[in-house]
């Protein structure tokens, strides 16, 4: 299971969601439903500009939990 962490880091950051998606110029209903795990994917520009404005890395927005971790 992919886990999106992009609240954790958006908060770390104090950044809003619309102005996260002011920045990165996507729409805030698409970045809520990539931030909420109901997303189907992502482009990699879109990850690459998150990284940009948040100064994080893919790693830290995204994570891998085998079926049954916790």
Sequence with gaps: MIIINLDVMM???KIGLVELAEKINITPANLSILKNNKGKAIRFSTL???C????????DIIE?????DK
């Design 52 to 59: 940009e404005v948040l100064d994080c890395t893919p790693g």
């Design 11 to 13: 908060a770390k950051r």
């Design 64 to 68: 891998f939990k085998k079926n049954g």
């Design 48 to 50: 690459e500009k998150i």
